[in-house]
């Protein structure tokens, strides 16, 4: 954004976006993922690409642009949270416990509506009754977009700090 472009006094995006971002890691933590659903677009489009750390391609590339934890669109968002609602959801039986953290928002315009949101997050994870536990961090670069029906993620990638994921497999949405 230049600093001589026009500020609208009337209302802080930037406010509206951190609002969507913390109502989403609500839904998530209280497991309202047919509501968290209704926050995607249509044609959404969710990375979490793999950290390269070994070879001389590390130097120049951080994360991986073939590899993935995960790489999603809205149809495949929709069959995990349906998973989640049967018997066959063995990565969240018992169901996770999380509590999302989600700070430094940052956003820039796109045009048209849409906006590059970029933030920072930690997630905490347990299950069961047991005294282990996951932390997760990372930084997420959405897009999110302004409908007449409310705010909606179209885009996002997130990239974890970790070089290697500890946690016995990742059936939680970040």
Same mark, same amino acid.
């Given at each position: 954004?230049?600093?001589?472009? !026009?500020?609208?006094? *009337? #209302?802080?995006?930037? &406010?509206?976006?951190?609002? +969507?971002?913390?109502?989403?890691?609500?839904?998530? /933590?209280?497991?309202?993922?047919?509501?968290?659903?209704?926050?995607?677009?249509?044609?959404?489009?969710?990375?979490? !690409?793999?950290?390269? *750390? #070994?070879?001389?391609? &590390?130097?120049?590339?951080? +994360?991986?642009?073939?590899?993935?934890?995960?790489? /999603?669109?809205?149809?495949?968002?929709?069959?995990?949270?349906?998973?989640?609602?049967?018997?066959?959801?063995?990565?969240?039986?018992?169901?996770? #416990?999380?509590?999302?953290?989600?700070?430094?928002?940052?956003?820039?315009?796109?045009?048209?509506?849409?906006?590059?949101?970029?933030?920072?997050?930690?997630?905490?994870?347990?299950?069961?009754?047991?005294?282990?536990?996951?932390?997760?961090?990372?930084? #997420?670069?959405?897009?999110?977009?302004?409908?007449?029906?409310?705010?909606?993620?179209?885009?996002?990638?997130?990239?974890?700090?970790?070089?290697?994921?500890?946690?016995?497999?990742?059936?939680?949405?970040?």
């Amino acid at each position: 954004m230049s600093i001589d472009a !026009p500020v609208d006094l *009337t #209302r802080d995006v930037t &406010a509206d976006c951190a609002r +969507f971002l913390y109502l989403e890691a609500e839904r998530l /933590d209280h497991h309202e993922f047919d509501l968290w659903l209704t926050g995607l677009a249509d044609d959404l489009e969710y990375l979490m !690409p793999i950290r390269v *750390t #070994r070879g001389p391609e &590390a130097r120049n590339l951080e +994360f991986s642009p073939t590899g993935f934890h995960m790489k /999603d669109t809205l149809a495949s968002m929709k069959m995990r949270v349906a998973r989640l609602y049967t018997e066959h959801a063995y990565a969240e039986d018992p169901p996770s #416990r999380t509590q999302r953290l989600i700070t430094n928002v940052r956003v820039d315009p796109l045009g048209d509506d849409e906006y590059n949101v970029r933030s920072n997050f930690l997630c905490y994870r347990a299950q069961g009754d047991l005294a282990d536990y996951d932390i997760l961090v990372g930084e #997420r670069f959405d897009v999110l977009r302004e409908t007449a029906d409310g705010w909606r993620l179209a885009r996002r990638t997130v990239q974890l700090a970790h070089t290697t994921l500890l946690t016995a497999n990742l059936g939680i949405f970040l």
